[in-house]
C-alpha cells in the first residue's frame, strides 16, 4: 500500500523568493511521483513527474522535485515566487503495482506582494 | 477532444434528487478515475475503470453512488437521493496506461450543490 502526506496545509511566502512545498510519501514498491497545481475553478494541471528516471525533475512554470529514496520525500520548490503561482498544489504517488493514484491533502500557497 | 471533458460543469440539485455527471476521456485513454474534493477537503477517490476489467468501487462512499462506463468512452458517475454532503466538485482524469507513467489528465470538474 502507498500513502502521501503533505506536511502543510497552507504555505505563504512572498513574491520573488523562494517557494518549497513539502511532500513525503510511503510506497512497499518503486513509487511513480507527480505533482498538480489547481488553479481555482479549473482543473487539475501536471507540474512534471518522477517515474524512476533522474531524480531532480523539471517541471513547467520554474517548478522542479527531487526524489529522495531515503528521506522518502518528494519535495517542489521554485527559485522565485510569482502572483500567479498561487493555487493549490497536489502530491501524488502510484506504483506499477496498484492502480490508485493517492493523493494528498492538498498545500495551499498563498503569494504575499 | 484534446482534454477530459466533464458536463455539467455545474449542478445544483435539491436534496434527495437524482443527479449524473458525465467523463468523456481523452480517446484511446484506457485508464479512468473519479475523485470527490469537498470544500476545504484534499482529494477523495471514488471508483476506477481500466479497460474491460472489473471496476475498483473501494471508494464509493455508498450504495447510493454507482457509476458505468461504456468500454473506453464514456463514463457516467450517478448519485442517488443526493444529501447535502454530497456537495463537492467531482473531478474525472483518464491516463494512457494502467500505471499513469504519462501523467493524468483530469477534467475542470462539475461542482454539484446540493441544496
Known amino acids: 500500500a502507498q500513502s502521501v502526506t503533505q506536511l502543510d496545509s497552507h504555505v505563504s511566502v512572498s513574491e520573488g523568493t523562494p517557494v518549497l512545498l513539502r511532500c513525503n510519501y510511503s510506497s512497499s514498491y518503486s513509487p511513480s511521483l507527480f505533482w498538480y497545481v489547481q488553479h481555482p475553478n479549473k482543473g487539475l494541471q501536471l507540474l512534471l513527474k518522477y517515474t524512476s528516471a533522474a531524480t531532480l525533475v523539471k517541471g513547467i512554470n520554474g517548478f522542479e522535485a527531487e526524489f529522495k529514496k531515503s528521506e522518502t520525500s518528494f519535495h517542489l520548490t521554485k527559485p522565485s515566487a510569482h502572483m500567479s503561482d498561487a493555487a493549490e498544489y497536489f502530491c501524488?504517488?502510484?506504483?506499477?503495482?496498484?492502480?490508485?493514484?493517492?493523493f494528498g491533502k492538498g498545500t495551499r500557497l498563498h503569494i504575499l506582494p | 477532444g484534446a482534454g477530459v471533458s466533464q458536463s455539467p460543469s455545474n449542478k445544483v440539485t435539491e436534496k434527495g434528487k437524482d443527479v449524473e455527471l458525465r467523463c468523456d476521456p481523452i480517446?484511446?485513454?484506457?485508464?479512468l478515475y473519479w475523485y470527490r474534493q469537498r470544500l476545504g477537503q484534499g482529494l477523495e477517490f471514488l471508483i476506477y475503470?481500466?479497460?474491460?476489467?472489473?471496476?475498483?468501487k473501494s471508494g464509493l462512499p455508498s450504495d447510493r453512488f454507482s457509476a458505468e462506463r461504456t468500454g473506453e468512452s464514456v463514463s457516467t458517475l450517478t448519485i442517488q437521493r443526493t444529501q447535502q454532503e454530497d456537495s463537492a466538485v467531482y473531478l474525472c482524469?483518464?491516463?494512457?496506461?494502467?500505471?499513469?507513467?504519462?501523467?493524468?489528465?483530469f477534467g475542470s470538474g462539475t461542482r454539484l450543490t446540493v441544496v
Open positions: 482524469a483518464s491516463s494512457l496506461s494502467r500505471t499513469g507513467n504519462y501523467g493524468y489528465t
Open positions: 501524488v504517488v502510484t506504483t506499477n503495482r496498484d492502480d490508485k493514484i493517492i
Open positions: 475503470f481500466q479497460g474491460n476489467s472489473a471496476p475498483d
Open positions: 480517446s484511446g485513454h484506457t485508464a
